[in-house]
């Protein structure tokens, strides 16, 4: 069975920073690009990012690049995201995802999340 | 980077069909066939309804349907049920990047 696993998520100051992980098993997580996807509090998805199967190709949406960083670590099945220089805008409910097929964008499966608050 | 638009809310009585647009532009749902659909639950996390503008993974009901013309995407429910009240939303492929539509709410009256 497919799990995807998120950690790291909780109150964080304003400019401050927090690493986010993602456990996952039940596949050959060294063969999926693997995406992060937040929420905001009563709004829409938003894509974050995104890291090819082995880490050479990574890519941002323009409100995180510079302050964020994905990465992964297939020998231990798990991604990550680094957030620093963080803002209120950032606060959201973070998901790890699995994109299906290489180069589609379809995430078929997902996390349960965990709740990123920055505040004061 | 813009999101894609979808209607803020859509309702149906059951066993009614009912369609979801998603607009982009050409550069997302007009030049990929990569559109893909999801549902949410309150407090849930999404699930991946349709792949490739019409696919379906396993286990979604063929009462499920997607389709494209030009910028416009579109998802359709037959036969409506009371557990297709849920919060859908639309996402595209675009430049190695992902854009999700705003999301709408489906009310089954």
């Known amino acids: 069975e497919v799990q995807l696993v998120e950690s790291g998520g909780g109150l964080v100051q304003p400019g401050g920073s927090l690493r986010l992980s993602c456990a996952a098993s039940g596949f050959t997580f060294s063969s999926y690009w693997m995406s992060w996807v937040r929420q905001a509090p009563g709004k829409g998805l938003e894509w974050v990012a995104n890291?090819?199967?082995?880490?050479?190709?990574?890519y941002y949406v323009d409100s995180v690049k510079g302050r964020f960083t994905i990465s992964r670590d297939n020998a231990k099945n798990s991604l990550y995201l680094q957030m620093n220089s963080l803002r209120a805008e950032d606060t959201a409910v973070y998901y790890c995802?699995?994109?299906?097929?290489?180069?589609?964008?379809?995430?078929?499966?997902w996390g349960q999340g965990t709740l990123v608050t920055v505040s004061s | 980077q813009s999101a894609l638009t979808q209607p803020a809310s859509v309702s149906g009585s059951p066993g009614q069909s009912i369609t979801i647009s998603c607009t982009g532009t050409?550069?997302?749902?007009?030049?990929?066939?990569?559109v893909s659909w999801y549902q949410q639950h309150p407090g849930k996390a999404p699930k991946l309804m349709i792949y490739?503008?019409?696919n379906r993974p396993s286990g979604v009901p063929d009462r499920f349907s997607g389709s494209k013309s030009g910028n416009t995407a579109s998802l359709t429910i037959s036969g409506l049920q009371a557990e297709d009240e849920a919060d859908y939303y639309c996402?595209?492929?675009?430049?190695?990047?992902?854009?999700f539509g705003g999301g709408t709410k489906l009310t089954v009256l």
């Open positions: 995802a699995r994109e299906a097929m290489a180069g589609t964008g379809a995430f078929d499966y």
């Open positions: 996402s595209s492929y675009t430049s190695s990047h992902v854009v």
């Open positions: 050409s550069s997302d749902v007009g030049g990929y066939n990569y």
């Open positions: 890291i090819k199967q082995d880490g050479s190709e990574k």
């Open positions: 490739e503008v019409s």
